[in-house]
C-alpha cells in the first residue's frame, strides 16, 4: 500500500541512524497518540467482569474481546502482559494439506455399500457403530492418532507481548475488567511512587483492528517493549518506523498469513531493535493490530488475495486517527447491537467483589439479588461473546471456541460440529435481537452446498441436493471420518438450514427467504426426497441408516433424523407457500410428510422414544437428549400435548447433570415445558458446576456453545413464539417473580417485544411491529376487555380469549398492553 504524504508523516520519525528516536507528534498527526479520550467509561452496573489479579490461566482466567474475524485474550500482566491473537481464517488443512484432501469423501466408489447396510438393519434392526463405520466410513481420513488428515485445525495466530521494566512486584489497587456495555477490557493499578497506570484493550469491528492505549497520572511513566510472537514455525517479524510486520504461511498447507502492529507514544522515545519495539518515557502510547490470511470462503480453492494490502490498510487507517474517535466508533457499533436488549430480574451487583467470587458463591438461591446479578451478567455475556466472535464480513462463523484459541490443536480441532454445537452457537441471535450475528453462519451453509452436492452424488448416489455429515471445517469438509459414533449424519443439512428459515420467521424479509434460505432449504429438501428409505416394519418413509448422537447403535428412524427432516420438508414447504413457488416440489414435499415417520412416539414408561424400537433405558443419563428436537430447537411439539408430557419424563429420566452445552441445552427445554423453576435450576447447574472464572462454558474442556444455549435459554423463559402466539413470561421462575422488566427481545411474526411484571404478572407488554399482521400475545392476565395504546396516546379495546389477545399492527407502530 502507498501512504498518503501525510499518513507518511504520521507513522514516522526522523530518522537517526543508532539513536533513540524523540517521539514529538508532527503537525496534523494527531493520530492514536492524540489528545486522551474523554476519560474512563464507568462501567454500568451489572454489565462488568472484574478481577483483582492478573490472569494466569488462558482458560479459565483471561477475558476475551473480538471484533468477529479477530480476538484477542488479555492477560492483564504487571511485569509482561499479554494478548494472545486469533484471526479467524487461520486454519490448517484442505487444499494443499500435506496430508492429503478431498472434503471426506471416499477414495474410491463403494457399490451398493450404503444399500447393504440398510438391508442388514432391516433385516435385524440394528448394526453396531464400528461394523456401519467399517463399511461406510473413511478410514483414509482417519489415524491411530485419532487425527482426521487434512481436516486441519483452527490455529493461534500468536501473541502480542509487552514487558515493563521496574514494574511493582505488588502493585496496589490493582483491577482487571471487561467492560460489556462498551466492549473494552482494561487493567489499572498504582506502582510504588503513587502514580496510576492503565491499560484499555478492544477490538473494533469497524476498524478491524485490536487497539490498545497505556497511559498514567504522571507524565513520562509509560515504560515498555513489546513484540509480535508467532505461534507458527518458519514466520519472520521485522521492525521499522514502529510498525511490527509479522509474515508467514503454514507449513501443513501453504495458507499465507500476516500480522501487523502499529506502535505511537506521545512524549519519549521509540525504538526499533530485532523485530522489537521499546517505548521509553513517554506520557501515553497506543497500537493497533491487525491480521489476515489468503483464505477464502470459495470452493473448491479456498484461496483468495495475499493478505498483505489489507492488512497494511487496516492498520494505517486506523493509525492515522486520533485514539479517542476509533474508540468511539467502537463502541457505538458495538452498543447499535449490544444495547438493543434490556434485562431487570431483580438483580442487584454487590459492590466490590470480582467477579470470580460472584461465581463462588452462587448458589442458586431465589432470594439472593446477588445470584440474580450472576444470571444477569451471564445472558449479557452470551450476547457480548456473539458480537465478538461472529459480525458481518467474517469470513467464517462462531466455531466451537468463538474466535478464541491458544492451541495448534485445539479440543475437536475447534471445528464446527453439525450435531448441535454450531447451531447452538446462533439460537440467540434472533430472539436477543442479534439476527446481523448470523450472517457468517448463512455463508457457511452456502459454501457447503458446492462440496455437499459432490457428496450427495458419490456416497448417496443422489443426482439432487446436498449433504454434510457431523463435522465440517473451514474447507467444505461434507464428508465422513470413520469415528463410529459420529461420523454419520446426512440429516446435518436439515439442521443447518433451520436457523436460515428462522432468520425469517422473525424478521419477516421475504427477500432474505427468496435469495438466501429457501434456496439451501429446497436442495436440502430434494436430497431427503431422493434418499428417504420405505421402512418394511410398517411402511413409513424413515432415515436410514440413522443414528441418536452420540449413543446406542445404528438403526432405521431415530427419533431424532425423523424430526430433523420433518422439520426440513415442513419448513420447505411453508417457505414455498409464501413465496409462491414451485408447486409442484410443494406437493411433492406434502406427500412426502404424510408418508414420513414424523419421530415422535410415547414409550413404555411414558417416554418420548429416542429410537422407533422401544428400547429406552430409564437409567440412561446421557449428555445428549437429541430425540427432543421437536421440542426445541424445533416446534413439532406444543406446550401441553400428550408429547411434551413425555418429552417431559425423558428430560426427567435423563437427569439434571451433563456437560456445559448439555445443562444449557435442558434450560432451554425446560423453558419450553413451561416449568421455569427447573429452567432456573439448570441454568443454575451450569453456573455451579459448567461455568469458568472467566464465565466460559466448560465441557469440560472451553466450548463456547454453553454460553449461548444458555443466553437462549434465559431469553425462552422469557419470551416464546413457536405456535403462533407471541407467549409472554411463559416460564417465569419464583426467583424471578417479584419484579422484572425486560425490552427489545424478538418474537417471529416480525415483533420485537418488552414486558413488566410484578409477582409473576405482566403490568406491561410492549410490541413493535416489523411488517404488521395481527400479533397474538398469550399469558393468563389476559382476560376480558384489554386496552392497548398506540405510539402517540391512541388506544383501542380488544377483548382476550382464552388468555390470546389478538392486536391488529401497522409496520413500524408500537403498542402497550395493560392488563
Do not use: C
Request: proline residues 6%; neutral net charge.
Amino acid at each position: 500500500m502507498t501512504l498518503s504524504r501525510r499518513q507518511a508523516l504520521a507513522l514516522s520519525t526522523v530518522a537517526a541512524t543508532g539513536a533513540a528516536l524523540p517521539v514529538a507528534a508532527p503537525a496534523g498527526a494527531a493520530v492514536l497518540s492524540g489528545a486522551a479520550p474523554d476519560g474512563p467509561v464507568a462501567p454500568a452496573d451489572g454489565h462488568t467482569l472484574w478481577y483483582d489479579r492478573p490472569a494466569a490461566d488462558w482458560e479459565r482466567e483471561a477475558l476475551p474481546i473480538g471484533s468477529g474475524d479477530l480476538g484477542a485474550k488479555v492477560f492483564g500482566g504487571v511485569a509482561t502482559d499479554q494478548l494472545q491473537l486469533n484471526e479467524k481464517s487461520l486454519w490448517t488443512g484442505g487444499p494443499g494439506s500435506k496430508e492429503g484432501y478431498d472434503h471426506g469423501n471416499w477414495p474410491a466408489p463403494r457399490p451398493g455399500a450404503l444399500d447393504e447396510v440398510r438391508r442388514i438393519i432391516d433385516e435385524k434392526g440394528s448394526m453396531h457403530p464400528d461394523e456401519v463405520s467399517e463399511r461406510l466410513g473413511n478410514p483414509a481420513y482417519h489415524t491411530p492418532a485419532g487425527i482426521v488428515p487434512g481436516f486441519g485445525n483452527y490455529q493461534n495466530f500468536g501473541s502480542l507481548v509487552l514487558d515493563f521494566p521496574g514494574a511493582p512486584a505488588a502493585p496496589a489497587a490493582y483491577r482487571r475488567h471487561l467492560d460489556l456495555n462498551n466492549a473494552l477490557a482494561g487493567v489499572s493499578y498504582r506502582d510504588a511512587s503513587g502514580a496510576t497506570l492503565t491499560r484499555e484493550y478492544f477490538a473494533s469491528h469497524p476498524a478491524r483492528v485490536v487497539a490498545a492505549r497505556l497511559a498514567a497520572d504522571r507524565p513520562g511513566r509509560i515504560s515498555f517493549t513489546l513484540r509480535l510472537d508467532s505461534a507458527q514455525t518458519g514466520a519472520t517479524a521485522t521492525a521499522k518506523d514502529g510498525r511490527i510486520t509479522l509474515t508467514g504461511a503454514l507449513a501443513d498447507n501453504g495458507l499465507r498469513y500476516e500480522g501487523q502492529v502499529q506502535v505511537v507514544a506521545r512524549g519519549g522515545t521509540r525504538t526499533e531493535s530485532g523485530g522489537r519495539i521499546t517505548v521509553t518515557g513517554a506520557d501515553s502510547a497506543t497500537f493497533v493490530f491487525s491480521a489476515g490470511t489468503d483464505y477464502a470462503d470459495r470452493h473448491p480453492a479456498y484461496r483468495g488475495a495475499d493478505p498483505h494490502r489489507a492488512v497494511t490498510s487496516a492498520v494505517t487507517r486506523a493509525a492515522v486517527q486520533p485514539y479517542g474517535k476509533l474508540r468511539a466508533a467502537h463502541i457505538a457499533d458495538h452498543r447499535a447491537l449490544y444495547d438493543r436488549v434490556q434485562l431487570d430480574i431483580g438483580q442487584r451487583m454487590p459492590a466490590d467483589v470480582p467477579t470470580d467470587r460472584l461465581l463462588s458463591a452462587y448458589r442458586a438461591d431465589p432470594h439472593s439479588p446477588a445470584d440474580r446479578a450472576l444470571e444477569a451478567l451471564y445472558f449479557r455475556y452470551g450476547r457480548y461473546l456473539l458480537i465478538a466472535s461472529s459480525r458481518p464480513g467474517s469470513l467464517l462463523p462462531a466455531n466451537l471456541q468463538g474466535v478464541w484459541n491458544d492451541s495448534p490443536t485445539p479440543p475437536w480441532n475447534a471445528d464446527y460440529h453439525t450435531n448441535i454445537n454450531i447451531q447452538m452457537n446462533y439460537w440467540p441471535a434472533e430472539i436477543t435481537h442479534l439476527a446481523e450475528t448470523a450472517q457468517p453462519y448463512h455463508d457457511l451453509v452456502d459454501a457447503l452446498r458446492a462440496p455437499g452436492r459432490r457428496t450427495a452424488r458419490e456416497m448417496f448416489g443422489a443426482a439432487v441436493g446436498w449433504v454434510v455429515h457431523q463435522n465440517t471445517n473451514a474447507f467444505g469438509y461434507t464428508g465422513v471420518h470413520d469415528w463410529a459414533t459420529s461420523f454419520w449424519m446426512p440429516e446435518a443439512n436439515g439442521w443447518l438450514v433451520q436457523q436460515l428459515y428462522e432468520r425469517y420467521l422473525f424478521g419477516r424479509d421475504r427477500a432474505f427467504l427468496r435469495e438466501r434460505a429457501y434456496p439451501a432449504m429446497k436442495e436440502a429438501a430434494r436430497f431427503w426426497l431422493a434418499n428417504l428409505h420405505i421402512d418394511p416394519r410398517d411402511g413409513t418413509l424413515v432415515v436410514s441408516p440413522s443414528y441418536s448422537p452420540e449413543q446406542g447403535e445404528f438403526t432405521a428412524g431415530a427419533s431424532l433424523s425423523q424430526q430433523i427432516v420433518f422439520d426440513l420438508l415442513r419448513n420447505t414447504v411453508e417457505a414455498s407457500e409464501v413465496l409462491g413457488m414451485d408447486r409442484e416440489l410443494r406437493a411433492r414435499l406434502k406427500e412426502t410428510l404424510g408418508r414420513l415417520d414424523p419421530g415422535l412416539r410415547i414409550g413404555k414408561w411414558g417416554q418420548l422414544q429416542e429410537w422407533k424400537a422401544d428400547i429406552d433405558d430409564p437409567e440412561n443419563d446421557h449428555r445428549h437428549a437429541s430425540h427432543l428436537f421437536a421440542l426445541h430447537p424445533g416446534r413439532q411439539i406444543r406446550p401441553g400435548s400428550e408429547f411434551a408430557e413425555a418429552a417431559k419424563v425423558s428430560l426427567t429420566a435423563r437427569g439434571d447433570g451433563g456437560t456445559g452445552w448439555s445443562k444449557a441445552w435442558k434450560i432451554n427445554f425446560w423453558a419450553l415445558l413451561g416449568d421455569g423453576d427447573h429452567a432456573a435450576k439448570m441454568l443454575g447447574e451450569q453456573l455451579k458446576s459448567s461455568t469458568l472464572p472467566n464465565l466460559w462454558d466448560t465441557h469440560p474442556p472451553f466450548q463456547i456453545d454453553g454460553n449461548f444455549g444458555a443466553t437462549s435459554g434465559i431469553a425462552e423463559m422469557l419470551l416464546q413464539s413457536r405456535h403462533g402466539t407471541v407467549d409472554v413470561l411463559p416460564a417465569l421462575p419464583t426467583a424471578w417473580a417479584a419484579r422484572g422488566s425486560y425490552d427489545g427481545l424478538r418474537a417471529r411474526g416480525g415483533f420485537t417485544v418488552g414486558a413488566d411484571w410484578q409477582q409473576g404478572r405482566p403490568t406491561e407488554i410492549r410490541l413493535a411491529s416489523i411488517g404488521g399482521g395481527t400479533a397474538r400475545v398469550r399469558h393468563p392476565a389476559l382476560t376480558g376487555r384489554v386496552r392497548v395504546v398506540r405510539r402517540g396516546g391512541r388506544s383501542a379495546t380488544y377483548t382476550a380469549k382464552d388468555g390470546v389477545l389478538a392486536v391488529p399492527t401497522r409496520a413500524g407502530e408500537t403498542y402497550r398492553i395493560r392488563p
